[in-house]
T-cell receptor, first 112, second 113 residues
Framework: GESVGLHLPTLSVQEGDNSIINCAYSNSASDYFIWYKQESGKGPQFIIDIRSNMDKRQGQRVTVLLNKTVKHLSLQIAATQPGDSAVYFC???????????FGTGTLLAVQP | EPEVTQTPSHQVTQMGQEVILRCVPISNHLYFYWYRQILGQKVEFLVSFYNNEISEKSEIFDDQFSVERPDGSNFTLKIRSTKLEDSAMYFCASMVAGGDEQFFGPGTRLTVL
């Protein structure tokens, strides 16, 4: 069956350091991936997305890398701040309904 | 900034009772979704809804579940006879026509006793 999963359940970093959160997927036909941030008591919030015709996409302090050869994507957060502390999910957007298939989540804990 | 809202924030019910979870999607959105998240687990797709009908549902979304858009603003999820394993956070999401980004509400925590 299809699945999208994460390598590390918890990541602890020092404020100011860069964070890297990883995700693996199993369906080689997957086309569109999204990273979501979920703060305590809130719903998932869109961070950045990437389509399979790209291998890198940058936003403000965030970069997503996609390696289709090994079916792996990562989220890089530069100069991690306390406000970045949250659970991060990768998700696959599946047509035609655009339903989201989420991975298991990584808890990012930023130490001051 | 427009946002998806959900009520109630927390619902406690007895096993076997019916519950209705309510969502108000963003006003110009046309695609609606329900997801659930059991404590400590990943977010799971339940159902998508477009043009007043279900467009896709997961295996979780069995005959005990139903969705409805009773008017131009609300989108509801009904569980007819709740089970203990229905205890979870339920998230509503909506998306504009032609868009890619789903906007999530804050969730309703359902506790079945």
């Amino acid at each position: 069956g299809e699945s999208v999963g994460l390598h590390l359940p918890t990541l602890s970093v020092q404020e100011g350091d860069n964070s890297i959160i990883n995700c693996a997927y199993s369906n080689s036909a997957s086309d569109y991936f999204i990273w979501y941030k979920q703060e305590s008591g809130k719903g998932p919030q869109f961070i950045i997305d990437i389509r399979s015709n790209m291998d890198k996409r940058q936003g403000q302090r965030v970069t997503v890398l996609l390696n289709k050869t090994v079916k792996h994507l990562s989220l890089q957060i530069a100069a991690t701040q306390p406000g970045d502390s949250a659970v991060y999910f990768c998700a696959e957007n599946k047509p035609p309904t655009n339903k989201l298939i989420f991975g298991t989540g990584t808890l990012l804990a930023v130490q001051p | 900034e427009p946002e998806v809202t959900q009520t109630p924030s927390h619902q406690v019910t007895q096993m076997g009772q019916e519950v209705i979870l309510r969502c108000v999607p963003i006003s110009n959105h046309l695609y609606f979704y329900w997801y659930r998240q059991i404590l400590g687990q990943k977010v799971e797709f339940l159902v998508s809804f477009y043009n007043n009908e279900i467009s896709e549902k997961s295996e979780i979304f069995d005959d005990q579940f139903s969705v409805e858009r009773p008017d131009g603003s609300n989108f509801t999820l009904k569980i007819r006879s709740t089970k203990l394993e229905d205890s979870a956070m339920y998230f509503c999401a909506s998306m504009v026509a032609g868009g890619d980004e789903q906007f999530f509400g804050p969730g309703t925590r359902l506790t079945v006793l």
